[in-house]
């Protein structure tokens, strides 16, 4: 594919990802109940990892010594991108609101965006943080309900660490794919991620199903591991991992702030929830922040 192509397609997948990691929120608000966090994640990783496998098995076994020589870092981003990304988000899931996740969910463009700068030496524009601020601010409202002024009136409970642990985890993993250069192909280099992380979840998993009452991993539970693996696993980190690679983990970053927007769409269509005026105005400044992080100035 011609570099032009590549970068069309990475900009599409930006519109493209959030409504995969939607998935997830779902699978989420499904899972208490039906399967154990690490369970769930676990069987969502391994599933996806056999996935990218099967179409990248000759690229592994062409880099095996290479793969050997880095095990740390596919165990590391297997820890930050499946495991604490994974089931502390699910484990959070259970005692926070939705309005508290997108709060703290929104910190992590703006610290990617920084630490990219900084750190990764990626150019970032006056014109990108303007865009930055506008989707921020977009994303703010439709987590508000448009009253701004209860943002004040927001309480924080225990599962907030969670979400907060799992958004810094995330800004780490970003960053770190980036900026770790590996000779494998996007599917090649998720599939070894996966499966590290997998491993990472197996011990907590392993403790879960011997303190649990319920059946370690029921045909229901079953369902929504296949659903997480080949929808906001397979699909949606791989779609992730080809945006890194052509635009930049700054400039990926804001595909985050769509995820409420397309949550709400995803609720409505599934769950009979009602879409509201406030999820519109926040459409109105997300789009055009998008626009501004992600053009190319000449």
């Not at 988000?89 to 703290?104: D, H, P, Q």
């Not at 463009?109 to 014109?127: D, M, N, T």
């Not at 303190?211 to 997480?228: F, Y």
Request: hydrophobic share 60%; net charge positive.
């Amino acid at each position: 594919m011609h570099t032009a192509s590549r970068h069309r397609l990475a900009l599409a997948l930006i519109f493209i990802t959030p409504a995969l990691w939607s998935v997830n929120a779902l699978i989420a608000r499904w899972a208490p109940g039906v399967v154990e966090p690490h369970v769930l994640a676990l069987s969502r990783w391994l599933m996806a990892g056999l996935l990218f496998t099967l179409g990248t098995r000759a690229e592994l076994w062409a880099h095996r010594r290479q793969i050997l020589a880095d095990w740390q870092h596919y165990l590391v981003l297997g820890a930050l991108g499946m495991w604490i990304c994974g089931a502390w988000v699910y484990i959070g899931g259970r005692t926070t609101s939705a309005a508290n996740i997108g709060l703290i969910y929104a910190i992590s463009p703006v610290l990617i965006v920084l630490i990219s700068a900084l750190w990764l030496g990626e150019r970032f524009r006056l014109q990108q943080a303007l865009g930055v601020v506008l989707a921020l601010g977009g994303v703010l409202h439709v987590v508000l309900k448009g009253q701004w002024a209860a943002l004040g009136a927001v309480q924080f409970v225990p599962g907030d660490g969670w979400i907060l642990a799992a958004t810094l985890s995330w800004t780490l993993y970003s960053l770190l794919l980036k900026k770790w250069h590996s000779p494998l192909g996007a599917g090649a280099r998720l599939a070894v991620i996966s499966l590290a992380g997998a491993v990472v979840n197996l011990p907590f998993a392993a403790w879960e199903v011997l303190h649990s009452s319920q059946p370690a991993l029921p045909l229901e539970g079953l369902g929504l591991a296949l659903t997480a693996a080949v929808i906001p696993g397979f699909g949606a980190y791989l779609a992730h991992s080809v945006m890194q690679r052509e635009l930049g983990a700054a400039r990926v970053s804001v595909v985050l702030y769509l995820a409420p927007i397309y949550s709400a769409f995803m609720g409505w269509l599934v769950l009979n929830e009602a879409l509201h005026a406030y999820h519109a105005a926040g459409m109105a400044l997300v789009l055009p922040g998008i626009y501004l992080v992600t053009r190319i100035q000449k």
